[in-house]
């Protein structure tokens, strides 16, 4: 069994080890940049902390800290991290694709760039989105709370990751209808399947939302809203690809031929 699986684990090695180098190169790459790509990253903050102390005057004294020595260098590790794994991205997808394309037809196998390419841009879909509509809601309402008793004195280093952990939510996120095209192309799930599980698909979302937002009613909204819409392109993509009713009638079809030659073989008799 072991020999069987040698040469799967011997290539998801070499995958891995392409995958983790690039983000590596890149992460040195976006650490010389780390400046501009935080201050991209802190400008929903700042004009939140901006539009709040327009109309309270402890939020009007708000800033951003650090409360570690070495705050500024660890959130410039982090900021470069984020950054690389952004850029290595559609490395990563195209060695995702060819760790299991042995196991596709020839066809299927030149699918590759339309599945790096889709993968890379719903990525950056989903990035955008949760920058330029979720972001500024999220912490318009989180510092307005309570600003009219207390000085928000946001943490850099807690700020990072909290944003980090919602771009790659939403980012992950709208990459469902590319995995949907995917697995729908192996044969895995069909439209049928997915229009089943609707249902439940719709918990997972409002869990994973409520997991990966702010805790209020709004942005959590917000990024259900659009799974939800998403979902349902998932579905009609994969009706496409992998439609049940094919299978179903290739099965009736099947049946009927099997009925025809137990009919024939009757008669002969």
């Known amino acids: 069994m072991f020999e069987t699986l040698r040469p799967h684990l011997i290539e998801l090695r070499k995958r891995l080890g392409i995958s983790v180098g690039s983000i590596f190169i890149m992460f040195f790459v976006a650490f010389?940049?780390?400046?501009?790509?935080?201050?991209?990253?802190?400008?929903?903050?700042?004009?939140?902390l901006e539009t709040v102390g327009k109309v309270s005057v402890h939020a009007a004294n708000g800033m951003?800290?650090?409360?570690?020595?070495?705050?500024?260098?660890?959130?410039?590790?982090?900021?470069?991290f984020f950054a690389g794994l952004m850029l290595a991205l559609p490395i990563v997808l195209s060695q995702l694709w060819?760790?299991?394309?042995?196991?596709?037809?020839?066809?299927?196998?030149?699918?590759?760039?339309?599945?790096?390419?889709?993968?890379t841009?719903?990525?950056?879909?989903?990035?955008?989105?949760?920058?330029?509509?979720?972001?500024?809601?999220?912490?318009?309402?989180?510092?307005?709370?309570?600003?009219f008793k207390f000085t928000p004195l946001i943490n850099i280093e807690d700020y990072v990751g909290f944003f980090t952990k919602i771009m790659f939510g939403f980012g992950v996120s709208f990459e469902l209808p590319v995995f949907a095209y995917f697995l729908a192309l192996l044969g895995l799930v069909d439209d049928r399947q997915m229009t089943s599980f609707f249902k439940y698909a719709i918990i997972?979302?409002?869990?994973?939302?409520?997991?990966?937002?702010?805790?209020?009613?709004?942005?959590?909204?917000?990024?259900?809203?659009?799974?939800?819409?998403?979902?349902?392109l998932s579905?009609?993509?994969?009706?496409?690809?992998n439609p049940a009713e094919?299978?179903?009638?290739?099965?009736?079809?099947?049946e009927a031929t099997e009925t025809y030659k137990g009919l024939d073989e009757s008669a002969n008799k």
């Open 32 to 48: 010389y940049f780390h400046e501009p790509i935080l201050e991209w990253m802190i400008a929903p903050l700042n004009d939140a």
């Open 64 to 80: 951003v800290t650090t409360s570690q020595v070495g705050g500024a260098f660890f959130v410039a590790l982090k900021v470069s």
């Open 98 to 119: 060819m760790f299991v394309a042995p196991g596709l037809y020839a066809n299927e196998k030149k699918m590759i760039i339309p599945f790096v390419v889709g993968g």
């Open 121 to 147: 841009v719903m990525f950056a879909i989903g990035v955008a989105f949760a920058y330029y509509v979720v972001t500024p809601f999220g912490f318009d309402f989180l510092i307005t709370f309570g600003s």
């Open 204 to 232: 997972l979302i409002f869990i994973l939302a409520a997991l990966l937002t702010p805790p209020d009613v709004l942005t959590q909204l917000l990024m259900a809203g659009p799974l939800i819409l998403l979902y349902g």
């Open 235 to 241: 579905i009609i993509i994969v009706r496409m690809v």
């Open 246 to 254: 094919d299978i179903d009638e290739y099965i009736e079809e099947d």
